[in-house]
């Protein structure tokens, strides 16, 4: 597969990547955007976690997700309500 150059990859917003500053209760939805992006996610409750990552035009299913664990490989737009069955989910920004 080739290199893709850089030119060719769709602009990110400009966050900061360092600590958190807010947690905040995520409640899945289909149509609530989070802008600025959030920084990760916390899962208190194992289950599939359905997102959008920000440069993404369709949501992907990060499945099995077990109790405890911090999704902070990924730059979150949207918290899906469809395919989402984690739960006690936070949101960091």
Not at 7 to 33: C, F, K, Q, V
Not at 51 to 73: E, K, M, R, S, Y
Request: aromatic share 4%; hydrophobic share 45%; net charge neutral.
């Amino acid at each position: 597969m080739p290199a893709v150059p850089p030119s060719a990859l769709p602009a990110s917003p400009r966050i900061s990547l360092g600590p958190g500053e807010h947690l905040a209760a995520i409640t899945p939805s289909d149509t609530t955007t989070y802008s600025p992006p959030l920084r990760g996610l916390w899962v208190g409750g194992a289950g599939n976690v359905a997102v959008l990552a920000v440069g993404d035009t369709a949501p992907q299913t990060i499945t099995g997700v077990p109790v405890g664990t911090f999704i902070n490989w990924i730059l979150v737009s949207k918290v899906m309500a469809t395919n989402t069955t984690a739960t006690l989910i936070l949101g960091v920004s």
